[in-house]
């Protein structure tokens, strides 16, 4: 990972876009990258834990590198891994008693920062409760261009903070095979739209902001492409973004 090769042309463009937050797939631990991104006044959902073959050990040294910088918002925890079993195929189970493990780690080396934890569409009850020790949850989800019933739904189930932890759609029209930029501008407009209308900062809102996926295109997401190359592909499980509801991760 190059975050400290990237940091500074990535938080101008951030900035210059309004955005305030970015949530990492790998922890930083550079403080000097910390201190760029806070210069923008841009913080920080540090992921600390992703990977399920990684021992729990390798938290510490995570968390303790960068706990008291300035830019930390929160702690995550996986990302959907209700659905790849923390990228290893690890059955449900496993996968939630890992979850819980890891976030009273983390609440044990760090009292000050919330611990959130990313999940694909909406945990159950059963789920909640076993991970009743998480602060924050974040929800990936992608419905055309609405969130369906998931703000309603969420405040009846609990009554933790949440936040969009990937929204959005791509830049590809695979039904007319070319780039569609409108497509995916109007689409994240909207979304965006929503989440505010949702937020917590109104009476009764119930999210805590949203991440749009994603700043980087990812050209090895194409299995059959060249990650040198701007393929078409990239799948992912569940619905998918608007128009085309089908996922294009290279772009």
Not at 9 to 20: C, F, R, V, Y
Not at 132 to 154: H, P, Q, T
Not at 189 to 198: M, Y
Request: charged share 20%; net charge negative; proline share 4%.
């Amino acid at each position: 990972m190059d975050f400290r090769g990237f940091v500074a042309a990535d938080a101008e463009l951030m900035a210059k876009a309004g955005i305030n937050t970015v949530r990492t797939y790998e922890a930083i631990n550079d403080t000097q990258v910390l201190d760029i991104l806070w210069s923008k006044r841009i913080q920080v959902l540090n992921t600390v834990y992703i990977l399920g073959t990684d021992p729990l050990s390798i938290i510490a040294q995570r968390v303790q590198a960068v706990k008291d910088h300035p830019a930390i918002l929160m702690w995550v925890v996986g990302n959907e891994w209700n659905y790849n079993g923390l990228y290893v195929g690890m059955g449900f189970p496993q996968a939630v008693a890992r979850v819980a493990s890891a976030v009273d780690l983390i609440k044990g080396l760090d009292a000050k920062h919330p611990v959130a934890t990313v999940y694909g569409e909406l945990p159950d009850l059963a789920t909640l409760q076993k991970l009743r020790n998480v602060d924050a949850w974040g929800i990936n989800k992608y419905s055309g261009l609405n969130f369906g019933n998931l703000f309603a739904e969420w405040a009846r189930i609990s009554d933790a903070p949440m936040f969009l932890g990937e929204y959005g759609a791509d830049a590809y029209d695979s039904r007319t095979s070319r780039p569609d930029e409108r497509s995916q501008a109007k689409a994240t407009t909207r979304l965006t739209q929503l989440i505010v209308e949702a937020s917590s900062v109104h009476r009764r809102g119930v999210c805590i902001g949203g991440i749009i996926f994603e700043f980087a295109d990812e050209w090895w997401k194409d299995s059959a492409g060249d990650p040198r190359k701007h393929n078409v592909g990239g799948v992912s499980p569940g619905g998918g973004p608007w128009p085309d509801l089908t996922f294009n991760e290279e772009w």
